[in-house]
């Protein structure tokens, strides 16, 4: 299941295909949207931003293309004027002279006036994106000391949307490794020193994940790479203590930690 940094790189790729570029052709395959198609031939794709697993097309005539791709979307670059050979259903179809975008499978697509986007039930739930560069250590801190999230356990919390979008399973227990804590702590239990941990840990490894875990080969530059110190690695050891990771359950998903060093 993709998480936050895999959602990223996708909408830059969606970008780097058509971002800038006159939309010549627009496709959708529900009938309510039909009447954007011809609306937004000529148009431009401004930026795509992520929220979690949703993704904001913004076009530059002021309207945005609301997408969520839940478990079965997904989103393809292909050359103009072909498709890939697929079982899958096209539900979004957005081209320039050289290059067009597609979505299938996908079944939560809505397009969105600016004053839609602003009270959009889903947006209005879902928290700030872990890769969205203006979120800082300070503003995580207040956010996991209010009174709906501080006493909540970080098994459930780390995979709530609504605390931080983006999060998933294998960042919820490369994180909590990382800052030595278990899937049982909350934030309201935590010293000063384990929260400023956290909450920088929750920014820095998401945003080392979007930066450096796809082609290695492009990334010699960045110096660390993302790495899984406990994810899929039950019954190895440690790096950190010499202890044997283990694996269990946690809010219903695999969680992975060393008892060694987690407590």
Known sequence: MPEGPEIRRAADSLEAAI????????????????????????????????????????????LTLYSHNQLYGVWRVVEAGTLPDTTRVLRVKLQTAEKAILLYSASDIEMLTAEQLATHPFLQRVGPDVLDMALTPECVRARLLLPSFRNRQFSGLLLDQAFLAGLGNYLRVEILWQVGLTAQ??????????????????????????????????????????????FHRDGETCERCGGIIAKTLQASRPFYWCPGCQH
């Not at 954007?36 to 697993?53: A, D, P, S």
């Open 19 to 62: 971002k800038g570029k006159p939309l010549t052709g627009v496709w959708f395959a529900f009938p309510q949207l039909a009447q954007y198609q011809l609306l937004l031939v000529g148009q431009t794709v401004t930026h795509i931003e992520t929220r979690g697993k949703a993704l904001l097309t913004h076009f530059s005539g002021g």
């Open 185 to 230: 702590h909350k934030a309201s239990g935590l010293s000063d020193a384990q929260l400023d941990a956290l909450c920088h840990a929750l920014l820095d490894i998401p945003r080392l994940s979007y930066r450096t875990r796809g082609n290695a080969d492009d990334n010699k530059h960045h110096g660390a790479l993302f790495r899984f110190k406990v």
